[in-house]
């Protein structure tokens, strides 16, 4: 497994990131759907990084074998996705301080924006009501203290450190690379 790291570290990379991006969609989903748990606004956009990640890491594993300006594409994208990776990290801790009341969330999925509404019997605010609406400062599950936007946060972290540590290592070796034969 070193051989292969060694041997192409950003392609490397990019093949970690495609298995644990479709390991985090995957229970993301499942959590969903067979668990019952909603996703709030914010996991929902918190998610994106992610479905990037699978369409984009693949991509970039061929291209880091390219012997042509493929590889410094990939490398690109490699570093653009490490970038947001630590965006989503933000979000994420973000949500997940919303979560905890450390401070305040969105308007648009903490249930704040429905009060003014008003209504008589009958109206909109009876048919809100009985709308579930999936706010984002109530955490549905937590495991040893954390969220999912507390695990979201965590795992994030680890992607944009597995993204930008291959693109780094795959720069130095291309300076390397260059002092070694004198390229321009």
Same mark, same amino acid.
């Given at each position: 497994?070193?051989?292969?790291?060694n041997e192409n570290p950003?392609?490397?990379?990019?093949?970690?990131?495609?298995?644990?991006?479709?390991?985090?969609?995957?229970?993301?989903?499942g959590f969903e759907h067979i668990g019952g748990y909603k996703p709030c606004p914010l996991c929902l956009i918190e998610r994106k990084a992610w479905y990037f990640t699978l369409g984009l890491s693949l991509p970039v594993w061929l291209g880091s074998?390219?012997?042509?300006d493929g590889g410094y594409i990939a490398l690109l994208?490699?570093?653009? =996705?490490? &970038? !947001?990776?630590l965006y989503n990290a933000g979000l994420?801790?973000?949500h997940a301080g919303v979560e905890w009341k450390w401070w305040a969330g969105p308007t648009s999925c903490t249930g704040d924006h429905l009060a003014p509404l008003g209504?008589?019997?009958?109206?909109?605010?009876?048919?809100?009501?009985?709308?579930?609406?999936?706010?984002?400062?109530?955490?549905?599950?937590?495991?040893?203290?954390l969220s999912?936007?507390?695990?979201?946060?965590?795992?994030?972290?680890?992607?944009?450190? =597995?993204? &930008? !540590?291959?693109?780094?290592?795959?720069?130095?070796?291309?300076r390397n690379s260059c002092k070694r034969t004198g390229c321009a």
């Amino acid at each position: 497994m070193r051989d292969r790291f060694n041997e192409n570290p950003l392609g490397f990379c990019a093949l970690l990131l495609f298995a644990l991006s479709a390991a985090v969609v995957i229970s993301a989903l499942g959590f969903e759907h067979i668990g019952g748990y909603k996703p709030c606004p914010l996991c929902l956009i918190e998610r994106k990084a992610w479905y990037f990640t699978l369409g984009l890491s693949l991509p970039v594993w061929l291209g880091s074998k390219a012997k042509f300006d493929g590889g410094y594409i990939a490398l690109l994208v490699m570093g653009l =996705i490490g &970038l !947001g990776f630590l965006y989503n990290a933000g979000l994420a801790g973000y949500h997940a301080g919303v979560e905890w009341k450390w401070w305040a969330g969105p308007t648009s999925c903490t249930g704040d924006h429905l009060a003014p509404l008003g209504g008589g019997p009958g109206g909109l605010l009876s048919a809100l009501n009985e709308t579930k609406v999936v706010r984002c400062d109530i955490a549905q599950f937590r495991l040893f203290g954390l969220s999912f936007s507390g695990y979201n946060f965590l795992l994030s972290l680890l992607a944009a450190a =597995i993204a &930008l !540590g291959g693109w780094i290592i795959t720069v130095r070796g291309m300076r390397n690379s260059c002092k070694r034969t004198g390229c321009a």
